[in-house]
């Protein structure tokens, strides 16, 4: 366990005489327990074992992520993590090689770390800490041990998905798609950044649904910084959603039986707020791929959609990674456009 700048420093000199590609990470936050989500702890692996790095403990990270930033490291379904990455230190590591896109481009439907580590080596893995407060102090035994049984497999394990990979040709896919899921996370953050209460389901919304989620998610958020608790313990998305709608339809609107009395009346405070808005202060609604659809768009969608699926019968794959439903209708509408937005492995399938 790294608690301190001397280990630290002692840990970085072990890991940059590491080979690229020849070191594990995993990350582990209080997302479930607090308002907002902090990095609480750093598990990494290499060919000398697993070391744990509390970052709550130590003030100055830097030489942390000075080697982050330089290094390829291995971790698994690293969409949330980098997530963690860049809120924690604004950064990602120089190349993300993640072992569930590895998983899937071979062909594996059950690709969750588990699910692969009983696979390859039949170890069942705890699953007892995975919701567990890691912003406590101090950490008991079971947590520390949780934490290194999700990363000291995982080396050994790339080796055999990397292997894997090579003898079915497809090594290049899986590099391409980790460029391409680096890409898109870093994306995903500066959108998130820009209007956090844009949430999934909100596209639906005109300007005045809009304006109503935006503030109903505003009032939530302070709610749960108030209560140092996660957004969703206040209301769920769904609610916000389902208010949004009603108040968009000039429909009454009342607050969740459960609240106490303080925050049922903060609600109805939000929804008068929302109420005197002028409709130039409403958000605007964001512009969206819009496909042209011609009499010939759906049969070209389904001359589309039938090559993907024999493409991925062929190669035992998921059918989505060879293109998404987006993709195919952005396809059928203008090829070209299309096919540019895919990647080089995914357009060779497509068009071999």
């Known amino acids: 366990m790294i608690t301190d700048a001397q280990a630290l420093a002692e840990w970085k000199h072990r890991a940059t005489r590491q080979p690229q590609g020849r070191t594990v990470l995993d990350l582990e936050a209080d997302s479930l327990h607090r308002h907002r989500e902090k990095l609480c702890l750093i598990q990494y692996a ?51 090689l993640d072992t569930q896109i590895a998983a899937r481009l071979i062909g594996f439907r059950q690709f969750g ?38 990363v000291k497999y995982m080396l050994e394990m790339a080796d055999k998905l990397t292997a894997e990979l090579r003898a079915k040709g497809r090594y290049d896919w899986f590099m391409e798609s980790c460029l391409n899921n680096m890409e898109r996370g870093r994306e995903r953050f500066t959108a998130g950044a820009q209007d956090p209460w844009r949430i999934k389901g909100c596209g639906k919304f005109n300007r005045r649904g809009l304006a109503a989620l935006r503030e109903l998610w505003t009032w939530r958020d ?11 313990m206040v209301c769920s998305n769904e609610d916000l959603l389902r208010w949004a709608q009603a108040l968009q339809e000039f429909r009454p609107v009342s607050p969740l039986q459960r609240f106490h009395s303080q925050r049922s009346s903060r609600f109805r405070k939000a929804v008068e707020r929302f109420q005197t808005l002028d409709e130039e202060d409403y958000p605007e609604r964001l512009r969206r791929p819009h496909h042209d659809v011609d009499e010939g768009f759906e049969s070209r969608l389904e001359h589309w959609n039938t090559k993907r699926n024999a493409i991925a019968e062929d ?28 990647m080089l492995w995914q357009r060779e399938l497509l068009t071999r």
Do not use: C
């Open 46 to 96: 290499d060919a000398e074992g697993v070391a744990i790095i509390d970052p709550l403990a130590i003030e100055d990270m830097r030489l942390f992520t000075d080697w982050l930033q330089q290094a390829d490291v291995w971790m698994h379904g690293a969409d949330y993590d980098m997530s963690l990455f860049q809120h924690a230190y604004g950064v990602l590591p120089h190349l993300i």
């Open 113 to 150: 770390l588990a699910a692969l580590v009983e696979h390859y080596y039949g170890i069942v893995l705890s699953k007892k800490n995975q919701k567990a407060d890691w912003g406590k102090r101090p950490i008991p035994p079971a947590m520390t041990e949780y934490a290194q049984g999700d």
């Open 222 to 232: 302070s709610e749960a910084a108030s209560w140092d608790r996660p957004a969703f």
């Open 315 to 342: 190669l035992d794959l998921e059918a989505a990674l060879i293109a998404s439903r987006a993709q195919l209708e952005s396809i059928a509408a203008d090829e070209a456009h299309g096919m540019s937005q895919l």
